[in-house]
């Protein structure tokens, strides 16, 4: 089985130096993105790789026995010279939290639990100096890990006893790390520790909320989802927004987020369905939500044929967005990489020739000026869910008095284009 993962990467190689949509192969799932564009992963859960558009995809690691899968996630330093992921230490036949360094292209293996059980990685810091992931204690419980150059391997902080807890994502200098506590209910709830010490996520009402599983740079920008919503946490401002998809059968989860917190990648899919049966999507801080299908579309790229369904990586510099696509032209499963435009410049060069809107900001009535017949307009807030939207437009005029006050993205659907516009509700 193993062999069939080499030769169907190895056969992959793409030469268009120019392609913003890039297709890394089959089975191979993005779970992390260097600045310059580098996505690492794995493929069926048994090979490491490395994926660069000049080189294609390369095999970097396999986990050790028939029956054993790569458990937790490769993930890549910002300047792409060191990835991390589980491997097993063929020295004793242990799975182990491991780094790979792309220079000299060998395996550091970075020691069992303490017990001499397996550990495992999650993530790692941009700069590549801290780890955390899982380290197991016993058959029934596992903790958070770090590591580091300096301190080594040890775990995290725990505040309910004998339960079992994991470390997801670290900030960029490894004072935040993310992940899960299960609670006394046994039911896993977000964390993130700072210096050490942890503290529980909770929502609006004060109720614990479901697994973190990223954060930005600084550490003030917490991911993650609380099933039927993911949620965007502010540490600073203990603010906590919802994400949440206007069919109620639909799950939401946010998987990955840029240092700067700007960016962010994730998706919606049935609560009965697989995380393949979804649809994928991009949250930018200064537009909302949207659809990458969508967004692949609307800056005229060329999809491959994919549909975006589960994005699972993003880069430090939010450049670069990976996970993994159903290929409709080979009815297979496939990893992708897509490289983002500054979606805002495009914004403003695109309204510029086709349409704008007057005033900005708006009280009551807002004027379209479009090139072409304006069919229908949908209004969205900053979480990106949906406020307001008619297909019935008069005189290219809405009216939208019964918007409360603050900043909205109006979508405007026309015979010549789909735009996206930012406004202020006054």
């Known amino acids: 089985m193993k062999k069939n993962y080499f030769i169907a990467l190895s056969l992959l190689m793409l030469l268009e130096s120019n392609a913003q949509v890039y297709d890394v192969g089959t089975w191979a799932q993005v779970t992390d993105i260097s600045n310059d564009g580098v996505a690492v992963g794995n493929a069926g859960g048994v090979v490491h790789f490395k994926w660069t558009k000049e080189a294609g995809t390369l095999v970097i690691g396999e986990i050790a026995g028939d029956n054993d899968y790569i458990s937790g996630n490769t ?13 097993t230490n063929p020295n004793t036949g242990i799975d182990e939290m491991a780094i790979y360094d792309a220079s000299t292209q060998k395996w550091e293996y970075l020691g ?4 001499g059980s397996d550990t495992s990685s999650w993530g790692m810091s941009s700069d590549g100096k801290t780890i955390v992931g899982l380290g197991w204690k016993s058959a029934s419980q596992a903790n958070g890990i770090v590591w580091n150059r300096t301190s080594g391997m040890r775990n995290l902080s725990s505040t309910v006893t004998g339960k079992s807890s994991r470390s997801n994502s670290v900030n960029g200098d490894g004072t935040i790390i993310v992940g899960w506590q299960d609670a006394e209910n046994g039911f896993r709830k977000g964390v993130y520790w700072k210096n050490g010490e942890q503290t529980f996520i909770k929502d609006k009402q004060g109720n614990l909320v479901g697994e973190a599983l990223a954060v930005s740079g600084d550490g003030n920008i917490i991911v993650g989802f609380n099933e039927p919503e993911a949620y965007i946490y502010n540490v600073t401002t203990n603010t906590y927004t919802e994400i949440v998809h206007s069919d109620p059968d639909y799950n939401t989860s946010i998987v990955a987020i840029s240092d700067d917190g700007n960016t962010a990648v994730g998706y919606w899919k049935p609560w009965y369905a697989t995380n393949t049966d979804g649809e994928g999507f991009i949250w930018f801080k200064d537009r909302g939500i949207v659809k990458i299908d969508d967004y692949v579309k609307e800056l005229g790229y060329d999809n491959r044929g994919f549909t975006f369904v589960l994005p699972t990586g993003i880069s430090p510099n939010g450049e670069y967005i990976g996970g993994i696509g159903i290929n409709w032209n080979e009815m297979d499963l496939k990893g992708f990489v897509i490289k983002l435009e500054n979606l805002t410049t495009s914004e403003i060069d695109v309204t510029k020739n086709l349409t704008t809107i007057s005033p900005n900001p708006v009280i009551n009535e807002l004027k379209i000026n479009a090139k072409g017949k304006v069919n229908s307009v949908e209004v969205f807030n900053l979480a990106g869910q949906k406020v307001w939207g008619s297909d019935h437009i008069v005189n290219n005029q809405v009216s939208l008095k ?10 405007i659907y026309t015979d010549f284009s789909n735009e996206s516009i930012k406004f202020i509700k006054k």
């Open 75 to 87: 993930t890549i330093s910002a300047d792409g010279t060191l990835i991390s992921g589980t491997m």
């Open 112 to 115: 069992a639990s303490a017990n």
């Open 402 to 411: 019964d918007l409360n006050k603050g900043v909205y993205i109006i979508k």
